[in-house]
Antibody
C-alpha cells in the first residue's frame, strides 16, 4: 500500500526558510515522479514543482524558481522541499503527491501546514 | 502557460446529473490527454477521480465520468448524492508543469 508521510507543521518569520519532508513507502521510489502542491487558506490548489527521484532532476513553477529547492534521498525514499524568502503569502498547506504516468497525482501525503507570521 | 477556468460553483438535486467544465484559456487541449479531476472535502486531502481525460482509478464510482472536446474538459457526476458535495479541481499536465483549475464547489440541494 502506497504511503506518503510528511513532516509536521512549521511556523516561520518572514524572510526565513522552511524544509518539509515526505517519506514514501509501499512502491518503487525511483519509478514515480513526486510533486509538491500547496493550498493557501480557503484557496485552490497550486502546483509548486516536481522531482524525478531517479536522478534528482527538478522542475519548478516559475514563481518559485529563485527560492525553491527540491531534493531526494533514495536511501530513505524521502523527498524534501526547501522554500526560502518566506512571506505571509507562503502560508499554506503543502502536499507531496506521487505522479503517475498520465500526470495525475494518485497518492497524497497528509499535508504540512506552514505558517509565516511575524 | 495554460490557465484552466472552472465555474466557481454548481448545484444539483439528489439523483440529478451535473457537469463541471474546465476550459483552457489559450488554444485548446489538442492532443494532450493528461487531464485529471480531483475531489476535495473541507480539511481533507484531494483525491483523484479521473485521469487521462476519462479513466477512473479503481474504487472510484462509475457515477463519475470525464470527457474532453476542443478547449473544454468536463466532469459529469450522475445520480447525484449528498456525499458528492465537495470541491472539484481539474488539472492539466503540460510536462513538466501541472496546471490546476480554480476549483468548483458542488452544492447538493
Amino acid at each position: 500500500q502506497v504511503h506518503l508521510v510528511q513532516s509536521g507543521a512549521e511556523v516561520r518569520k518572514p524572510g526565513a526558510s522552511v524544509k518539509v519532508s515526505c517519506k514514501t513507502s509501499g512502491y518503487m521510489f525511483a519509478f514515480f515522479y513526486l510533486s509538491w502542491v500547496r493550498q493557501a487558506p480557503g484557496q485552490g490548489l497550486e502546483w509548486v514543482g516536481n522531482i524525478n527521484p531517479t536522478n534528482g532532476v527538478t522542475d519548478y513553477a516559475q514563481k518559485f524558481q529563485d527560492r525553491l529547492t527540491m531534493t531526494n534521498d533514495t536511501s530513505t525514499a524521502t523527498v524534501h522541499m526547501h522554500l526560502g524568502g518566506l512571506t505571509s503569502e507562503d502560508t499554506a498547506v503543502y502536499y507531496c503527491a506521487r505522479m503517475d504516468w498520465s500526470g495525475a497525482l494518485d497518492s497524497w501525503g497528509q499535508g504540512t501546514l506552514v505558517t509565516v507570521s511575524s | 502557460q495554460s490557465a484552466l477556468a472552472q465555474p466557481a460553483s454548481v448545484s444539483g438535486s439528489p439523483g440529478q446529473s451535473i457537469t463541471i467544465s474546465c476550459s483552457v484559456s489559450t488554444g485548446d487541449f489538442g492532443r494532450n490527454d493528461y487531464v485529471a479531476w480531483y475531489q476535495q472535502y473541507p480539511g481533507e486531502v484531494p483525491k483523484v477521480l479521473i485521469y487521462n481525460v476519462n479513466r477512473r482509478p479503481s474504487g472510484v464510482s462509475d457515477r463519475f465520468s470525464g470527457s474532453k472536446s476542443g478547449n473544454t474538459a468536463s466532469l459529469t457526476i450522475s445520480g447525484l448524492q449528498p456525499e458528492d458535495e465537495a470541491i472539484y479541481y481539474c488539472s492539466l499536465d503540460t510536462d513538466p508543469h501541472i496546471h490546476f483549475g480554480g476549483g468548483t464547489a458542488l452544492k447538493v440541494l
